[in-house]
């Protein structure tokens, strides 16, 4: 099942679906701007729009398979090693801040844009 799952991500992160990292950007943009340096992120009052979900969601699912891990050898499914806490909003703002320092992803597929985020401010070690 799990090698099931991994190979539609692969696909997906090699997929152009025309949804850019722009695009999330734009959506994350309202949750962005209600996050304060250091506020707790269990208490922000969303806005209740379409792309406010829609940030929302895709990271949360974004963060269920960064817990992930393979039965095999207990590694993490999407080989990103996200320490214990990392909440949701800490999660959105990497890839924000991987984003706009990197402004040629603007065109790029988010999922791609996204696991290499994540993959830069949680590398795994090395065996």
Request: negative net charge; glycine residues 6%; charged residues 20%.
């Amino acid at each position: 099942m799990l090698a099931i799952v991994w190979l539609a991500m692969a696909g997906a992160v090699q997929a152009d679906d025309g949804y850019t990292t722009a695009d999330m950007l734009a959506d994350c943009n309202s949750i962005l701007r209600l996050a304060k340096p250091g506020a707790n992120p269990d208490e922000l009052e969303l806005e209740d729009t379409f792309t406010t979900g829609h940030c929302w969601g895709a990271f949360h699912t974004v963060q269920q398979l960064l817990i992930t891990r393979l039965e095999t050898d207990n590694d993490p499914l999407l080989r990103i090693c996200v320490p214990e806490g990392v909440s949701l909003l800490q999660l959105i703002q990497i890839f924000d801040r991987y984003a706009r320092l990197n402004p040629d992803s603007q065109t790029e597929p988010f999922t791609a844009v996204a696991m290499a985020a994540l993959r830069s401010g949680f590398p795994c070690g090395t065996k």
